[in-house]
């Protein structure tokens, strides 16, 4: 083979590579991460909480939105209402049964670009033992080296998404509570170079393997159902 071409096969080769290598691997920061979700209170209101504390990985490059992968878990005992008997109604095993089904997981399989700052992020959400495909709408907001110590590489992002709790089993009290759930996401996630591409979704798929078979959640419950306010 002619010396001169030699370079450019070089390249070519290396392509491959260079495309696998594309991006970074992040965590989730927990502590700027949070859930935030608004639903019907009975018509005369829409309730608001959030879920504090998520945790997940990401590989991410801002040049190459599709090649992005995304794993993340809620742990939904961290529900807040705003007050502790609504705390315990929502969590109670006739609507999110938290005792059973302790966290919420999404992980990523597909993602469509829009342009630079939105992506269109679907994948699998289980949420009370139940999977759903499910999409995310995705504004990327800034990376970039954090101002304040310890000055961590720091990629934020916001999300909504709107979700029919009937579709996942939780079909409750729907006189009081409605069905369409909007969801909004504000995550920050820092650079990690223990996570590659090739981990993410490990951690999600470990936390539902815990959650029980779904006969197990028809059992009836052992004490009288609490009524949500």
Not at 150 to 166: C, E, V
Not at 173 to 189: F, H, K, N, S, Y
Not at 203 to 212: E, G, I, M, V
Request: contains cysteine; hydrophobic residues 40%.
């Amino acid at each position: 083979m002619p010396r001169r071409l030699l370079p450019p096969l070089a390249c070519l080769l290396l392509l491959p590579l260079r495309a696998h290598a594309a991006g970074d691997g992040y965590a989730l920061d927990p502590v700027h991460t949070r859930v935030l979700f608004a639903v019907s209170h009975a018509g005369f209101s829409q309730a608001l909480g959030t879920v504090s504390g998520s945790g997940g990985q990401l590989w991410f490059d801002p040049a190459d939105w599709a090649g992005a992968k995304l794993a993340v878990t809620v742990p939904l005992a961290r529900l807040d209402l705003g007050d502790a008997g609504w705390n315990r109604a929502a969590s109670a095993r006739n609507l999110l049964d938290v005792a059973h089904y302790p966290v919420a997981t999404f992980v990523s399989n597909r993602i469509a670009p829009r342009d630079a700052q939105h992506a269109q992020v679907c994948g699998d959400l289980t949420l009370h033992g139940v999977r759903r495909d499910t999409c995310l709408d995705v504004t990327f907001n800034q990376l970039r080296r954090h101002p304040l110590p310890p000055f961590r590489r720091t990629a934020g992002f916001s999300a909504t998404t709107t979700l029919s709790r009937k579709d996942f089993g939780i079909d409750a009290w729907p006189t009081v509570i409605g069905d369409r759930i909007q969801l909004r996401i504000e995550a920050e996630a820092v650079r990690d170079g223990g996570v590659s591409a090739g981990s993410i979704g490990l951690r999600a798929d470990d936390a539902t393997s815990q959650t029980p078979a779904p006969e197990a959640r028809q059992a009836p419950p052992a004490n009288p159902l609490p009524t949500p306010p």
